[in-house]
């Protein structure tokens, strides 16, 4: 990155933080949904130290916001966090997961291989993984977080009640876009999670992070790569480098979109150093994007901001704030990865668009300076080619919870439609070859 590129990043951090500075708070929180539920969950086993998670998580935050200029939001490596909660993994395991992914994304970044990968991937199986992974949220809320309550259980703070006027608060900043839905919606949280924990005699204190290294064991090495890394690389590459790099360019063109070298680098950096300290493996991931982008960030001054806002916690309170942080409302948070699964869905209505990538690409080539008209709209059959390959990878993702399957799906449902063009050009070059013998 150049001094100029730099100084432009940050004049428009400056600039959106003034003149927007309650949306830009807002719109900071709204990944919240997905971090505080897995960062307290891997806590409360004792396989993550949370104050190290914030801390480490606030960094990456600050960083992201300083050089990408975005709301590019750090989020859990979710594949990872399933199985460590599954089985109760040890500190030094979760580390050398965490860790195991970082150096294979570093090596995929240096040599190109990731940037290859990016350029092979049609745009409908992209759009896939992006509304998959937003149908997914949407499921998981449902499904695990709201599913459980009841219309006045577990508690007065947080049940059915709330969860429907969160939801309908929801809908009501559709039409209102610059109410600050996620500040309103976490400080009520943040007051009940107070109430209940001083209810409960267990407020956090005052408790200075110490900070330790973990160095994992040959035999955590192994069951961490094997058995949770590996299955994190195709969930890291798909959703939070390449499905992030297009959601960012659809949705803030006014700034520079990071490359995709640069987010694997970001990645690859933030768990070879963060992991080493007990901190959660942490990645980019299009939900938190999407769902930053939905409360009103619109630069990276917004996770800057949280990003302080974490330091300082996990600083000062730390491992105190299990507690507290456990008592946060499910009703509210469940509203909030809604929101973002919804958010992510709204992508796909750009397939077949000028506002797809490839679309604008072919009808408006850069050669230069210059644009040049050199292709035309899409036919009928190809907006329906073009769907039902987003469609089957939205499908098979969300069938089989697995973003590598729904990418298999997709590309072979793209090429089975490429399988006739490609016959007839082989056909083609061999009848040419039979004329000049």
């Known amino acids: 990155m150049t001094a100029q590129t730099f100084r432009q990043i940050t004049a428009h951090n400056l600039k959106t933080f003034r003149r ?11 990944d919240l949904g997905t971090f505080l539920p897995i960062a307290i969950a891997l806590a409360i086993n004792g396989t993550v130290s949370l104050s190290s998670t914030l801390i480490f998580s606030g960094l990456f935050n600050i960083l992201t916001g300083l ?19 599954a089985r109760s993994f040890h500190n030094g395991t979760i580390a050398a997961a ?6 294979c994304i570093f090596l995929f970044s240096i040599t190109g291989l990731l940037r290859w990968f990016a350029d092979v991937i049609p745009i409908p199986v992209i759009k896939g993984i992006q509304v998959g992974a937003g149908l997914s949220l949407v ?9 459980s309550l009841g219309w006045i259980r577990p508690s007065w703070a947080d049940n059915l009640i709330w969860a429907i006027a969160a939801f309908i608060f929801l809908l009501v900043t559709n039409v209102y876009r610059k109410v600050p839905y996620a500040l309103i919606v976490f400080i009520l949280g943040v007051v009940f999670a107070v109430i209940r924990s001083a209810l409960a ?16 064991t040959p035999r955590q090495w192994s069951e961490g790569a094997l058995d949770a890394g590996i299955g994190q690389i195709p969930l890291t590459t798909l959703n939070s480098i390449v499905a992030v790099v ?8 006014n700034v520079r979109t990071p490359s995709i070298t640069a987010i694997g680098l970001s990645v690859a950096g933030m768990n070879l150093v963060g992991c080493w300290f007990g901190a959660m493996p942490v990645c980019h991931g299009s939900g938190g994007l999407a769902a930053q982008y939905r409360f009103g960030a619109r630069s990276g001054a917004s996770v800057i901001f949280l990003g302080i806002l974490k330091l ?47 679309i604008m690409k072919a009808n408006f080539g850069l050669l230069g300076d210059q644009r040049q008209d050199i292709a035309p709209m899409l036919s009928d059959d190809d907006r329906r080619k073009r769907w039902t390959v987003m469609m089957v990878t939205v499908g098979l993702l969300v069938g089989f919870k697995n973003d590598a399957i729904g990418f298999l799906a997709g590309m072979l449902c793209h090429y089975g439609y490429e399988l006739p063009g490609l016959w007839e050009k082989v056909r083609r070059r061999w009848n040419g070859r039979i004329r000049l013998q």
């Not at 050089?67 to 909660?85: E, S, T």
């Not at 704030?321 to 709204?346: D, Q, T």
Request: proline content about 7%; hydrophobic content about 55%.
């Open 98 to 103: 965490g860790i195991f992914v970082g150096a």
């Open 246 to 253: 297009h959601l960012a360019s659809d949705l803030i063109p």
């Open 312 to 358: 300082v916690i996990g600083i000062f309170f730390g491992e105190s704030l299990v507690g507290l942080l456990k008592r946060f409302p499910s009703s509210l948070l469940g509203v909030m990865v809604i929101a973002a699964g919804l958010e992510l869905l709204s992508v796909g209505e750009s397939l077949n668009t000028t506002g797809a990538r490839d």
């Open 67 to 85: 050089f990408f200029g975005i709301p590019l939001p750090v989020q859990p490596m979710k594949a990872i966090a399933a199985v460590a909660i």
């Open 201 to 216: 005699a267990d407020l956090p204190s005052f408790a200075l992070w110490r900070p330790y290294v973990v160095v994992p």
């Open 20 to 30: 927007n500075y309650v949306s830009e708070i807002s719109g900071s929180l709204g």
């Open 139 to 147: 499921i998981a809320s449902c499904g695990n977080i709201l599913s």
